[in-house]
């Protein structure tokens, strides 16, 4: 059974769905003005990696929604820039399907199946529901109006007796001040749920009270309306980069009028010499500039979701590095003949492998020693139950270690060659024959109890 770091209670809770068998999970998703940066993506490679262990070790059939962030401040001052003279509605939706569509690519080359995720519901398609819940919230008098914008009053919250300071300790009283580095909000703790119309922004009509106040959503409000719309509140589990603890998650959560997921999970920084990755400083290296994406999947697998990670150019060269030597050992299992590897490994070695590998991931989803177990196998057993294994390790981990092309038939002829020439201890023709399969074939050879095994040749 998995056990899951909770930031609503603050410890590791055994993980129960509310649905037998079924798992519903939101993640917020990208603001799409802009190419994602690989600390955003480590935040989808966890929560990936986290969908994958429900599915594949616990057995759960899992409804997994990311939102698209598709109108704020950051997407708005994009158009204004490079669109300034089309209609702003229209600029937007340009823009988020020019950047919807980049992110979908990146989170693929990262190992992300855009299947295993339900939906991807963006904000804009949304403005009705989140219209409905700022009704609801003024109805409640939670929320107020003022020129024309709407927002949340923490004191009218606390009062009607909830708590703000669910998942961090925030010493709320009515005079304290909440910042919030999203929201130009006018109070000293409350936050925005609808702006006001400004020149020459997006829009959309808002008829409260038999009056318009056109404008656009706040950006917290989105993940309240568009999570419980698609999995029911509550629903199982809610994800998220340490930053959207607070204020996004304490705000969504307010405005739901408490916790609508049962768990609340997150992973925390990639950093760049101890500094956050993020576009504002400045620090922030992009999916296009790395060589071997799946190997910087492998990075973030190596450190454990709630730590810290350092990213340097030097680390994914060694990340690149492991990567291959896995992939090497999939291919000796993977292109082994038919009966060249026995069927059962009666060592035990890759049952006990199995059992280390996926009670490590059930334990708070610790992938650096689910990865730590393969070193007991890696190079070391070969049978075809270790092979079907490793097609499970990567259905969980999402590194596709197995490459299933096949090798050519003169390579398997030159490769058989080489066998016989060294059962006959033809050692000058065997070792010419070698060096043909790697000039030629791209292939290594590595002789083992089993004969010969191969693997490709990766730069
Ligand atoms: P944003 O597009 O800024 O809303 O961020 C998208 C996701 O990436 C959120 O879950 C953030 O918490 C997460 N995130 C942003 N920067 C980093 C980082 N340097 N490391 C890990 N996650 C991050
Ligand atoms: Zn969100």
């Known amino acids: 059974m998995l056990r899951l770091y909770n930031a609503l209670t603050r410890s590791k809770k055994l993980f129960k769905p509310i649905k037998n068998k079924h798992v519903s999970m939101y993640s917020c998703g990208p603001t799409v003005y802009d190419h994602a940066h690989i600390g955003n993506l480590r935040a989808y490679i966890f929560a990936d990696t986290l969908q994958r262990v429900l599915r594949e070790v616990e057995g759960y059939s899992v409804d997994w929604v990311m939102n698209i962030t598709d109108v704020d401040d950051k997407m708005i001052g ?14 937007l939706g340009i823009l988020a399907d020019t950047y919807t569509d980049i992110f979908i690519d990146d989170i693929e ?54 708590k ?22 006018e109070g000293v703790a409350d936050f925005v749920l609808w702006k006001a119309q400004k020149m020459s922004e997006p829009y959309w009509d808002f ?22 719309q ?16 607070f204020p996004h998650h304490e705000n969504e959560i307010a405005q739901c009028g408490g916790h609508q997921a049962n768990f609340f999970v997150h992973n925390e920084h990639l950093q760049v010499h101890s500094e956050k990755m993020s576009k504002s400083i400045g620090n922030i290296t992009k999916l296009s500039d790395i060589k071997d994406p799946l190997a910087f999947r492998l990075l973030c697998l190596q450190a454990h ?22 992939r090497a050992y999939a291919d000796q299992l993977f292109l ?40 007991a196998i890696e190079g070391k057993v070969f049978s075809q139950q270790t092979l079907q294994l490793l097609y499970k390790v990567d259905k969980v981990l999402g590194l596709q270690l197995i490459d299933e092309r096949p090798i050519s038939s003169e390579a398997r002829a030159t490769l058989a060659d080489y066998e016989t020439a060294r059962e006959a201890k033809e050692y000058i023709k065997s070792d010419k024959l070698r060096e043909e399969l790697k000039t030629n ?19």
């Not at 204004?80 to 702003?88: A, K, L, T, V």
């Not at 082994?336 to 334990?363: K, M, R, V």
Request: proline letters at 5%; hydrophobic letters at 35%; glycine letters at 6%.
């Open 78 to 91: 994009r158009i204004q820039r490079d669109n300034p003279n089309e209609d702003p509605n229209s600029a």
């Open 109 to 162: 080359k990262v190992g992300i199946k855009r299947a295993d995720i339900a939906k991807l519901p963006r904000a804009t398609d949304h403005i009705k529901g989140m219209q409905l819940l700022i009704t609801k919230l003024m109805r409640e008098k939670i929320a107020y109006e003022s020129d024309g914008s709407f927002y949340f009053s923490l004191d009218a919250y606390k009062k009607s007796g909830k």
């Open 164 to 185: 703000y300071g669910v998942l961090v300790d925030l010493d709320y009283t009515p005079q304290a001040r909440v910042t919030d580095d999203q929201d130009q909000k």
């Open 207 to 228: 008829e409260y009270l038999d009056q318009n106040y056109p404008g656009r959503p706040g950006w917290h409000i989105e993940c309240s309306v568009m999570s419980t």
């Open 230 to 245: 698609y999995l029911g509140a509550p629903f199982d589990i809610h994800t998220g980069g340490i930053d959207l603890k």
């Open 305 to 326: 979701y709630r730590t810290q990670m350092d990213y340097s150019p030097k680390a994914l060269d060694s990340a690149h590095e492991r990567i291959n030597n896995l």
């Open 336 to 375: 082994a003949t038919e009966h060249q590897l026995p069927t059962a490994d009666e060592s035990g070695i890759t049952a006990e492998f199995w059992q280390i590998f996926s009670a490590s991931l059930e334990d708070d989803v610790n992938t650096p020693a689910a990865l730590a177990a393969l070193a």
């Open 441 to 459: 074939y791209q292939l290594q050879v590595s002789d083992t109890q089993y004969g010969p095994l191969v693997s490709r040749i990766r730069k």
